[in-house]
């Protein structure tokens, strides 16, 4: 009798590995939140967490530069999903007085004034987030940052223990789930967005360009493009 080719999948292996560590982190520390920026990763990570019925904190940034279609998508999978989406603000007096001081939209000028612009509204607020937490579950994939590090390491700035849950993960793995079981999509990758940020720090990405290239689209391609929050 002729033997079957078995079509042997890795992605299953991913699975399993991404449900072992899951179950792993979960029935070893309570003090676990997942940073959630609605970008496709991370809702997928709220998907199978909430598949799990493992009740764990996830927080967003509303830098009060977001989109605002993105209030109707929260709306959205808060009302799905029963691990609600925390929503964290900066402080509007540092808000206000870098406005005053430098102009409302001067991050355009040069690097410094944008990254005092993101640690004011992004890095400031996340640090808050963090606090008396023990673990951070993230959805940060090496291809979005063309970075071989570990997929987990321990944050010294904060404290905290960081894994990254799908490393070593290609979007394909996850958009086979989100086709699988109609998990909701944020709205902005219909319309040419690979990665989503602050509305004036975000432009639509061409079929050729790298995932990231749409992120502070006005700097030195070359430059360390990045807000601070990851790396």
């Known amino acids: 009798m002729k033997k079957k080719n078995i079509?042997?999948?890795?992605?299953?292996?991913?699975?399993?590995?991404?449900n072992s560590r899951l179950e792993f982190l979960y029935y070893n520390s309570y003090k676990i939140v997942l940073s959630n920026s609605l970008n496709f990763e991370d809702i997928f990570l709220m998907f199978f967490i909430n598949l799990k019925k493992f009740y764990i904190n996830n927080f967003f940034l509303n830098t009060g530069k977001i989109f605002l279609n993105t209030f109707n998508f929260i709306k959205?999978?808060?009302?799905?999903?029963?691990?609600?989406?925390?929503?964290y603000f900066p402080n509007f007096l540092l808000v206000y007085k870098y406005i005053k001081k430098f102009n409302f939209n001067s991050f355009y000028n040069n690097i410094i004034l944008r990254k005092i612009c993101c640690y004011i509204r992004k890095i400031e607020p996340y640090n808050k987030s963090l606090f008396n937490?023990?673990?951070?579950?993230?959805?940060l994939r090496s291809s979005r940052f063309n970075?071989?590090?570990?997929?987990?390491?321990f944050d010294k700035s904060r404290n905290i223990i960081k894994y990254n849950l799908l490393f070593l993960w290609d979007y394909k793995d996850i958009f086979y789930f989100f086709e699988k079981f109609n998990i909701l999509l944020n709205f902005f990758y219909n319309?040419?967005?690979?990665?989503?940020?602050?509305?004036?720090?975000?432009?639509?990405?061409?079929?050729f360009e790298h995932i990231r290239s749409g992120r502070w689209y006005?700097?030195?391609?070359?430059s360390k493009k990045e807000c601070g929050l990851h790396l």
Do not use: A
Request: with cysteine; charged share 20%; proline share 3%.
């Open 7 to 18: 079509d042997f999948n890795p992605f299953f292996l991913k699975l399993i590995n991404l």
């Open 76 to 87: 959205k999978i808060n009302y799905k999903y029963k691990n609600k989406l925390f929503i």
């Open 133 to 139: 937490k023990e673990i951070l579950i993230t959805g």
């Open 147 to 153: 970075n071989n590090s570990l997929n987990y390491f």
């Open 191 to 207: 319309y040419g967005f690979s990665s989503i940020g602050c509305e004036p720090c975000t432009r639509k990405v061409g079929i």
């Open 218 to 222: 006005w700097e030195n391609y070359f």
